[in-house]
């Protein structure tokens, strides 16, 4: 899977910083725009993060990215978009022929699967009967006079939830955050918590005063909200 930052704002900061200053200024948003090229960053960046702490996080949804995965699973792209405040271009199984090797299906097999030889071979097998099935069900139908867009759409009930996907997502910042604290979770499927962290380490390289917020969420609570902790932070003593 490639992880790409696509779109970044150019000032995080400062759009953070009027949009907190709006609620409780007497200012014009103009008038605290200009007041804003005049802060420094430092006393930004401590209002923002008092704003945040205190809970006041509509001010992070004027803040937005675009990214991509691209050979993110059809499994892990599923459980992508359940986060609904955002904005997804997913490539189409009925407009594009999923023309995929078994080098790149292995790429996306489970650590669990990977790891074992026997496990492997099986899956493997299983993954190339369906991408035979589906590759002959496309020519049969092709040959049978049925359009490139016709015939990729009924024979795509045979793809694997395995094969890869490209994906392209913008989200605010308000639930990007949301979203690393759930999927950076170890207790996370294994790909997707792959995808947000490399994204989360691109994020953190152009803009390092979000690396302590793109974290699990027991690194934002201070302990561990699950039935099982995976040891890293305790769960809360009452």
Aim: aromatic content about 6%; glycine content about 4%.
């Amino acid at each position: 899977m490639k992880v790409t930052l696509v779109q970044k704002p150019t000032d995080p900061m400062n759009t953070i910083y009027v949009a907190a200053r709006t609620c409780y200024s007497e200012m014009s948003v103009e008038g605290i725009i200009e007041e804003a090229a005049s802060i420094s960053h430092k006393e930004k960046s401590r209002l923002v993060r008092n704003v945040i702490k205190s809970g006041h996080h509509s001010v992070l949804e004027h803040v937005s990215f675009t990214f991509s995965f691209d050979g993110m699973s059809r499994v892990a792209t599923h459980q992508l978009v359940r986060h609904r405040l955002a904005a997804y271009s997913q490539q189409s199984q009925r407009y594009v022929r999923m023309d995929v090797s078994l080098a790149e299906m292995e790429r996306n097999a489970p650590p669990k699967i990977s790891s074992d030889p026997d496990r492997l071979k099986a899956y493997l097998a299983g993954i190339e009967v369906s991408i035979e099935n589906y590759n002959n069900m496309v020519e049969e139908m092709l040959l049978a006079g049925s359009s490139k867009e016709e015939a990729c759409e009924n024979a795509r009930m045979l793809l694997p939830n395995a094969i890869p996907s490209n994906i392209l997502v913008t989200m605010n910042l308000r639930e990007l955050i949301h979203v690393c604290n759930v999927r950076l979770c170890t207790r996370a499927q294994e790909e997707i918590r792959s995808g947000f962290t490399a994204l989360a380490r691109l994020i953190s390289t152009e803009i390092p005063f979000l690396t302590h917020y793109l974290v699990p969420k027991c690194r934002q609570l201070g302990y561990c909200p699950e039935h099982k902790s995976c040891g890293m932070i305790k769960f809360r003593r009452n």
